[in-house]
């Protein structure tokens, strides 16, 4: 039996990684570009430090990118108030179709709520 000379059991030398090409490698796996295993291949990577890298820098980068209470407060009363104009525009037009064909869908097919504000819309379009 030959055995052979620690060329097998020798660590591999990889390079040193910069830290945005970190957050590069981290980002295309999460958005499911690339596995873990293609990257390691790719870039001469372990995939221990890939997954460690994974573990560390995901909190970073979370922190990263949250708002701040007051920021998202007012984003959320925004896109509330874009919802409402929609709903109320879709009422309005609900209410037209009924003025003109005449037939009561609201009732038919949606919540009673809403049927009622559609109902107060179409009689004030009819006066």
């Known amino acids: ?6 060329g097998s059991c020798r660590k591999k030398q990889y390079q040193k990684v910069s ?7 981290i ?5 499911g570009q690339i596995s873990v295993n293609h990257a390691a291949n790719k870039y001469n990577i372990s995939r221990s430090s890939i997954d460690y890298w994974i573990k560390k820098l995901s ?11 007051n920021d998202q ?3 959320l009363k925004e ?4 919802l409402e104009f929609v709903k109320d525009f879709q009422q309005d037009v609900i209410a037209d179709f009924e003025n003109i064909t005449g037939e ?3 009732k038919k097919y949606l919540p009673e709520a809403l049927a ?10 009819s006066k």
């Open 27 to 31: 980002d295309q796996i999460a958005n």
């Open 19 to 25: 830290f945005d090409l970190k957050f590069s490698i």
């Open 59 to 69: 909190n970073f980068e979370n922190k990263s990118n949250t708002m701040s209470k």
């Open 73 to 75: 407060i007012k984003k």
């Open 116 to 125: 009622k504000e559609i109902e107060k819309k179409r009689k004030s379009l």
């Open 1 to 6: 039996m030959e055995t052979q000379k620690n």
């Open 79 to 82: 896109r509330i108030e874009e």
């Open 104 to 106: 009561h869908l609201s």
